[in-house]
């Protein structure tokens, strides 16, 4: 996703964690992930952050997909 954005020079999204909900071994990660020159924003949760920011990026890659 970040490449396709890069390309069409709209810059990289950006990703906040929301929330952590969970003990320390069990966590889960709530993340955002927003593309400001579209007005896109989605959110979800992942067993860690990094899954997180990957699934909530494949959700907006599909959406700018099916808009194009």
Request: aromatic letters at 6%; glycine letters at 4%; a neutral charge.
């Amino acid at each position: 996703m970040q490449e396709w954005l890069q390309a069409r020079k709209m810059g990289v999204p950006s990703y906040q964690v929301e929330e952590v909900r969970g003990k320390e071994h069990e966590q889960v990660f709530v993340v955002n992930c927003e593309i400001d020159a579209l007005s896109i924003q989605h959110k979800e949760k992942g067993k860690s952050r990094k899954e997180a920011e990957q699934r909530a990026a494949e959700y907006v890659l599909m959406k700018i997909l099916q808009v194009s």
